[in-house]
């Protein structure tokens, strides 16, 4: 007599259905596969040419500080790159970040009265609130000047210094003349910062120009500044279209 066929423990096992595979779509002969969600080849192409040109700016905007290769200015500083980097406002100043860090600058004045005396002395940029204050004179201080020739350069110093002078005399009627210096403050010499030391000497200060400026001598005051700008002279309010600073 034939056993009967043992039956096994616990539930069935079903079997799991298989997915439909999908129909693989045609592609013309030569033509590379195409990712589900990515670009096609011209738009990685624009892509990257775009991070290219902009690393590019970044790095020649840093390079095109004064003392740095034609090449390097040219290619900085004429359009279209030019335009990229004033766009995007990346031609501010990188000189304080180089390894030749240059000095700072201060403008120091005195305003005398009639008889001579000493009335009023200061300093700026100085620690000031709100810090957008102390931006602005640290701004008018340290761009007091134009890159190009030293003879230029003198010139515009000279000239934005004159400026400086008549406006601390227009608002201190009392001052009858005003005395005003550019000075140039040297970073700290290496030797002394390893020893943690500091300059007790005024080695440090460089006197670049002063000048001297008279309430006799001021003329009248424009009313008008739109029609300043449109005489011909230069828009010192604009921003700098040169080297970075």
Do not use: C
């Not at 592609?27 to 590379?32: L, V």
């Not at 608002?171 to 020893?195: D, G, S, Y």
């Amino acid at each position: 007599m034939a056993a009967a066929p043992v039956k096994p423990f616990g539930p069935t096992m079903q079997p799991t259905p298989q997915k439909p595979r999908p129909t693989p779509t045609l592609r013309e002969p030569g033509a590379s596969p195409k990712r589900p969600g990515r670009p096609g080849a011209f738009v990685r192409v624009v892509i990257s040419l775009l991070i290219v040109w902009h690393f590019a700016g970044v790095f020649l905007a840093a390079l095109s500080i004064p003392t740095s290769s034609q090449l390097v200015m040219d290619a900085a500083q004429h359009r279209p790159m030019q335009w990229y980097l004033d766009a995007l406002y990346m031609n501010q100043g990188h000189s304080f970040f180089a390894p030749e860090v240059g000095p700072g600058h201060l403008i120091r004045y005195e305003l005398f009265d009639q008889s001579g005396q000493v009335m009023e002395k200061g300093e700026f940029p100085k620690d000031e609130w709100p810090r957008l204050r102390y931006h602005r004179h640290f701004m008018l201080a340290d761009q007091a000047d134009m890159p190009g020739s030293e003879e230029s350069s003198k010139y515009w110093q000279r000239r934005y210094l004159e400026a400086y002078a008549r406006q601390l005399l227009r608002t201190n009627e009392i001052a009858q003349t005003a005395l005003v210096r550019r000075i140039a403050h040297w970073p700290l010499p290496r030797e002394l910062a390893l020893q943690q030391r500091t300059l007790t000497d005024p080695e440090g200060y460089e006197l670049l120009m002063e000048v001297t400026q008279r309430r006799s001598d001021l003329g009248p005051e424009e009313t008008n500044q739109s029609l300043m700008w449109q005489g011909g002279q230069m828009n010192t309010a604009g921003r700098w279209n040169g080297a970075p600073r």
